[in-house]
């Protein structure tokens, strides 16, 4: 039986619904001595500002059971040396790229954004709204639904490719979520990581030097699939999850419940070939359930999602 894993997220068709994760896939082009990375439905290139950046001071990982605590900083060579140095390769390979992007005033996101929008191998925009926003005295973006409409309403009136939101799971991701499908948003990528800390109790020091970091990992995936149910309850367009996959199970969770898509993010540090084995994981489970299409798992639960969903 011919399996078709080809899915759509709003008007861009891939041919599978994995994606590898911003932040962990670098430009896509690092994992080339592992896979093929044309294999994937998509890249979610790593996070690119108007300026380079070198980040924060180490030590930025931390690894802790079942997962990892970052605070890089969003390092990235800015979107000029993107432009000149990656962009050229990417046009080369046969797989969706999206641009995950930042800033940290809202003018620095549109300025961002509408660069990007001439690049050709650049098919959707992902806007990363969990950076402190310098103009309003250090609120995060994402956690503030104003906020989060005024800045994706800004980049929205600047660009005419697809624009999608990741959302930060801090603060109420179903408002948060309304309103930047309120603002315009084509679709929303659930969740970015959950602040986080360590402490060596040795040094008596932090794990971390910049303190709080972003945990990630198989450690939070409840807590995404179950965003994920939220997100997909609260607006009517694409939701892609995102948080702790590491085989086709975890992917799928995220189908069932309604996400057209999902990414592939801290499981890449431990096993670089996750993605092709999460692709043929995919396949044996739709051959095993007699389906033939990916699209067939898709909101197969939404159906059940009207019953209790309170932990009381």
């Not at 040795?202 to 409840?222: C, Q, T, W, Y």
């Not at 070939?273 to 051959?287: R, S």
Request: charged share 25%; glycine share 10%.
């Amino acid at each position: 039986m011919e399996i078709d894993l080809k899915i759509e997220v709003g008007k861009i068709e891939l041919k599978n619904p994995l994606f590898l994760a911003s932040g962990c896939a670098g430009y896509g082009l690092e994992f080339e001595d592992f896979f093929d990375i044309s294999i994937v439905g998509g890249v979610c290139l790593k996070g690119l500002s108007l300026e380079e950046s070198v980040g924060n001071e180490p030590s930025r990982i931390w690894e802790t059971p079942s997962g990892m605590i970052n605070a890089i900083g969003l390092q990235n060579i800015g979107i000029k040396n993107f432009l000149k140095d990656k962009a050229p390769l990417l046009r080369k390979i046969n797989t969706i790229f999206i641009a995950n992007f930042f800033g940290h005033k809202i003018e620095e996101y549109v300025k961002v954004a509408k660069i990007l929008e001439d690049e050709e191998c650049i098919k959707a925009l992902e806007m990363n709204i969990s950076c402190p926003n310098i103009s309003e005295g250090g609120i995060h973006f994402g956690v503030d639904p104003l906020l989060v409409h005024k800045v994706v309403k800004e980049v929205r009136k600047s660009v005419t490719k697809p624009l999608w939101v990741k959302l930060t799971p801090s603060g109420n991701i179903k408002e948060t979520a309304r309103s930047a499908y309120e603002a315009g948003a084509d679709a929303l990528v659930a969740i970015n990581t959950i602040p986080a800390m360590a402490v060596d109790v040795e040094k008596m020091d932090f794990r971390i030097s910049n303190k709080v970091g972003g945990l990630s990992g198989p450690a939070i995936h409840p807590i995404a699939v179950k965003m994920v149910y939220d997100v997909v309850g609260e607006v009517p367009i694409p939701v892609i999850g995102c948080g702790g996959v590491e085989n086709a199970e975890n992917g799928i969770e995220f189908l069932l419940l309604g996400a057209r898509a999902f990414q592939v993010g801290t499981a890449l540090f431990y096993n670089p070939n996750a993605p092709v084995e999460i692709i043929h994981g995919i396949k044996d489970y739709l051959k095993r359930k007699k389906l033939k299409s990916v699209k067939e798992v898709i909101g197969r639960m939404k159906a059940k999602n009207k019953g209790k969903d309170s932990c009381s």
